[in-house]
């Protein structure tokens, strides 16, 4: 053996391997290294100078809907929050001017029900306490919670204007929300009329949709027996109609009976016979009974109890055969028809007969197929009882009990005992088949069944979770139907004049040009059904949903009788109708907008209507508005206001959870279309709830909730957002351990990624160059992140970001680490600094660092601020920032896709067959391998030895047959790079790439 043999097979040549080399570590510890990154931020204040870099660029202008300023953070708003800076990030990625500016909603019933908690834990009445030193404890606490949401907001590393965020309780707001009223007013788009309204007897207040809740519930079911005194068929008289309700407490003020036109009744008459198997009547005055046909079996098997009659058993168990059991009439032959209330014996309300009336909505699903008719509670009762001048008679208080002088279940109504039996009718004891009303019922005969055992979805006031009912009160209300007249028009026109523009440039204002044959919408309804199909959806589901919301819904309530909230700033006359004076108005506006909501009051009445008019003619009135109205006002006073000059009116995209559909999505498309004619967004963009790991809703009874607080203490932001911008957020998802642990294996392995280029690229000071000159193994890599590319940009437009997420991160995992790294490693660390291969793969290197970088900074802000700065640290001393960056610059490179497709489909086999080997200990590593593979299926122009390095063997040859074989390769191993190579004399030599760059670093270092 010469002595040079021998000093390269003694010699150690791990010094002259160029192994990637950074400071940048493997453990990301982001709990503790986040804080630091976001106080960096606030230092450099990079929100303002992003905000200068874009300047002047398209704006994409994302509305914030305001969270509730109530309670901690929770997973909704961590993710919620985390898309949406997504969003806005992702957009200013791609060169737009993309400000965000959050908001919190701080009026309305959930606030001013804890202070109102707090007071009742000191036991004192809000009501003893001045009403503006209440409002300023209301002010306080929201303002507290506003503090506390906006610090944890900021953990997750959201980017915004934190130190201007709109409020809907600052004095401008206020004033700006009155302004918005008074349009409704000054254009006639308001009344205030009595009519069922969702009332919430706790909170003694009147409930919108959205502030409601259902739950099931067991309620009591009565078939209650009303006597037939008059009616044009002679037979009927006598007779008793008979009804089923589930809310018995609604029968002290029931004033008509409702019938289906269609529907076919039948005259029931009991058998006098003792032997007869039908039903027996429950009561000696009752002979006979009117029902619906199709549902006589299940009113007699309520009456006699289920299971009696045999299965399968018809109507001739009940003794079908008897004539007087089959007289049948058509339920319009019903008109003129007339029955006395059971309670009858007590005069005076009870005493007038009760007239059967045609209602469209009488099925015979269930029930009787009569309906007793309540108008003041519920809606269609109302509208059915107002064409026979039936009117509500506001029986039922605002605490749910029965007012003091009403004839049953007033005050002064006892049991035997002398005790009270009046109580709020939400009561189930109240409901009860042995509670009042039914015993009532019973004693005057009038009850044929009463079981606590039907099982229905009702609604609950979602902040005291009590049972709400419907009520008749006097309430604020805008028409939805009403034409919105000459007077809405000008309206409209002062508005987009003040904006720069004129009617004709806003597609769906409210004087468009006409299209031949097309009604033009002229009502509030029709154009926010018409903008609704103008805007937007994500996913396109949500057309539908809003669109059959608007449709179906009734007159927008915009009244409630609460303290902590902005008033309804209106004189009323004793006739009931309202000034509608521009001038008293600005005074009231102006008013607001310099002390808030507590200006109006009546001390300042003759002030704000001044010499014109008489204070004395006029009532100041002293409900609130609805909290969504002032949340629809929102675009008013931060799109419009010129706060924050940064924005502008209207929005490209509102986005929430799916249940703004009916709230903020809704009250903001009114009030914009009734005040500008269009609607505020252009996109509306709406994600699912979380769920537990196992599918189920979280809740704090079952301690399923997921602390996001926690996660971050735990995780890190970064992991949380991943999670986030991972799951389809469009529908119901899921979060829990394992569920995290995948992201942050996720996570690691694009943190490795990262760890890889930055490593690789030590000391690389080179450019691009031409890609004619590159290697067709980087020509395809690239032209794979050309693809990667464009399929991210269209994610981003999208908003498809569980693509965008999956897109990278298999990118990174599949084409970069598991192929493209891995092909590369022997050239990175074993070529010499001259090779134009591994300059070029280095090259190409520098190109992916700077893609991917831009394309993770959305995702993972910290991370992608911590790689960039590790690389280049004079950039973080000069207050620069990833995410001052825009979107990469990434070459049109093409490949020939069918070629590499091919390669990497047999690597893949190659890859295989190779592993038992390995396990079984016969290689060590892929570089020991010789590889026969099928001649068939190497594209053609592919060299053997190109074939070694794409599969990181020792040799590749050609065989006849299908099959890839491996064996051991017998050459020798070198001692540098480790392959097992022809040229490498003995095991521990060098091969000749090897001896060459070992000779030129020895010579430099000589």
């Known amino acids: 053996m010469s002595d040079q043999k021998r000093d390269q097979a003694t010699r150690d040549y791990r010094d002259t391997v160029f192994l990637p080399k950074t400071d940048f570590p493997m453990k990301a510890g982001l709990p503790q290294k986040e804080p630091g990154i976001q106080a960096r931020w606030e230092a450099i204040d990079l929100y303002a100078r992003l905000r200068e870099a874009r300047r002047g660029r398209e704006k994409f202008i994302l509305h914030d809907g305001p969270p509730y300023a109530n309670g901690e953070m929770h997973i909704g708003h961590a993710l919620n929050h985390i898309l949406k800076d997504m969003v806005v990030r992702s957009q200013s990625l791609m060169g737009k001017d993309a400000p965000y500016v959050p908001g919190w909603d701080c009026h309305g019933l959930p606030i001013e029900w804890k202070v109102e908690e707090q007071y009742r834990k000191k036991k004192l009445n809000k009501d003893d306490v001045p009403r503006s030193e209440f409002r300023a404890e209301c002010r306080a606490y929201a303002q507290h919670w506003v503090d506390v949401q906006r610090g944890q907001l900021k953990r997750l590393g959201l980017m915004g204007d934190w130190d201007n965020p709109y409020l809907t309780m600052d004095y401008e707001a206020e004033g700006t929300i009155v302004a918005e009223l008074m349009k409704f007013a000054e254009a006639g788009n308001l009344y205030r009329g009595a009519k069922p309204v969702m009332w919430s007897p706790v909170e003694k207040t009147a409930l919108a949709e959205a502030e409601v809740e259902y739950e099931d519930i067991t309620s009591t079911q009565i078939d209650v027996a009303f006597e037939i005194v008059e009616s044009p068929i002679e037979e009927l008289v006598g007779a008793h109609a008979v009804i089923w309700t589930t809310t018995p407490w609604t029968i002290p003020v029931n004033q008509a009976l409702a019938y289906g036109p269609e529907v ?133 208080m605002d605490d749910g009990r029965y007012r003091d002088d009403w004839p049953w279940l007033g005050a002064g109504d006892c049991d035997a005992e002398g005790k009270e039996r009046r109580r709020a009718v939400i009561n189930a004891n109240f409901n009860a088949p042995d509670g009042p009303i039914c015993s009532d019922l019973r004693e005057a005969g009038a009850l044929l069944s009463a079981s606590a055992d039907y099982r229905h979805s009702y609604p609950h006031s979602w902040r005291s979770k009590a049972k709400v009912i419907y009520r008749c009160t006097p309430q604020w209300f805008v028409p939805m139907d009403k034409d919105l007249g000459e007077s809405s028009v000008a309206i409209l026109r002062q508005a987009q004049d003040e904006r720069g523009g004129d009617m004709a440039s806003h597609p769906a204002s409210a004087q468009p040009e006409p299209v031949e044959g097309h009604v033009q919408p002229s009502t509030l309804r029709e154009i926010a059904l018409a903008e609704i199909e103008r805007v937007e959806f994500t996913p396109a589901r949500g057309s539908r949903r809003i669109g059959s919301m608007v449709e179906g819904r009734p007159d927008w309530v915009l009244s409630r009788q609460r303290a902590w909230g902005v008033p309804i700033t209106l004189f009323v006359r004793p006739d009931g109708t309202y000034l509608q004076d521009p001038e ?143 799951v389809d957020f469009t529908a119901d998802h899921r979060i829990g351990d394992e569920i995290l642990k995948g992201v942050g294996d996720q996570y690691r392995r694009l943190r490795n990624t990262f760890r890889y280029l930055l490593g690789a690229l030590d000391g690389w000071v080179g450019d691009f160059g031409d890609v004619a000159e590159l290697p067709e193994l980087e020509v395809y890599v690239l032209s794979l992140l050309s693809e990667l590319d464009g399929k991210l940009r269209k994610a981003a437009e999208e908003y498809d970001f569980n693509a965008y997420t999956r897109l990278l991160v298999d990118f990174c995992n599949e084409d970069l680490s598991a192929f493209f790294f891995d092909i590369r490693k022997d050239t990175l660390y074993c070529d010499g600094p001259d090779s134009d291969t591994r300059n070029a793969y280095r090259a190409v290197l520098d190109l992916l660092f ?35 960056l825009e979107w990469p610059s990434v070459p049109g490179v093409t490949a020939d896709r069918a070629k590499w497709d091919a390669l990497r489909a047999l690597r893949e086999r190659v890859t295989e067959a190779i592993e038992p080997l390995r396990r079984d200990k016969v290689i060590r590593s892929s570089n020991e391998a010789a590889v026969t593979v099928p001649a068939s299926a190497v594209p053609a122009g592919v060299t053997e030895e190109q074939l070694a390095e794409l599969f990181i063997s020792a040799t590749v040859t050609r065989g006849q047959g299908e099959a890839v074989t491996v064996t051991r390769s ?24 090897c001896a060459d760059v070992v000779a030129q670093l020895d010579e430099a270092a000589a």
């Not at 029902?291 to 098997?301: H, K, R, T």
């Not at 009532?619 to 924050?644: P, Q, R």
């Open 970 to 993: 017998s050459d020798n191993k070198c001692g540098r790079c480790w392959r097992l190579l022809p040229d490498v004399p003995e095991d521990g030599a060098l091969c000749g790439r």
């Open 584 to 726: 008293v108005n600005a005074r009231v506006i102006a008013a607001v907008r310099a002390d808030g909501v507590d200006a109006w009051e009546e001390g300042r009445k003759a002030e704000f209507l001044g010499p014109d008019h008489d204070p004395a003619d006029f009532e100041m009135v002293t409900d609130i508005l609805d909290v969504w109205f002032d949340s629809g006002c929102t675009h008013a006073f931060v799109l419009e206001s010129g706060k924050w000059p940064d924005l502008q009116w209207p929005a490209d995209l509102y986005l929430e959870g799916s249940d703004q559909h009916r709230g903020w999505f809704q009250s903001s498309l009114l009030e914009s279309c009734a005040t500008r004619g269009r609607a505020p967004y252009d996109q509306i963009l709406t994600h699912g709830f979380t769920m537990d790991a196992k599918g189920m809703k979280m809740s704090k009874s079952l301690g399923n909730t997921v602390n996001p607080l926690k996660l971050m203490e735990e995780y890190g932001a970064d992991i949380i957002r991943l999670w986030a911008l991972s």
């Open 850 to 884: 700077h893609s991917l970088v831009r394309y993770a900074a959305p995702v993972l802000v910290h991370t992608a601020e911590e790689v960039w700065l590790t690389r280049y640290p004079q950039d973080g001393e000069q207050g620069g920032s990833v995410h001052l």
């Open 264 to 396: 076919a009744y039948r005259l029931w008459t009991f058998s006098d016979d003792p032997g007869d198997q039908s039903a027996k009547s429950p009561s000696a005055s009752i002979k006979s009974i009117l029902v619906a046909e199709p549902l006589i079996l299940d009113v007699l098997d309520r009456m006699v109890g289920q299971g009696t009659r045999p299965k399968n058993a018809g109507l001739e168990w009940y003794g079908e055969s008897s004539p007087n059991h089959v007289k049948r009439f058509k339920g319009s032959d019903l008109a003129g028809t007339k029955v006395r209330h059971p309670m009858h014996r007590l005069g005076g309300f009870y005493a007038t007969p009760r007239p059967l009336l045609p209602g469209d909505f009488v099925t015979t699903d269930s029930g009787t197929g009569l309906v007793h008719m309540a108008p003041d509670h519920g809606e269609d009762d109302f509208e059915l009882c107002k064409t026979a001048d039936l009117h509500p008679v506001f029986a039922v």
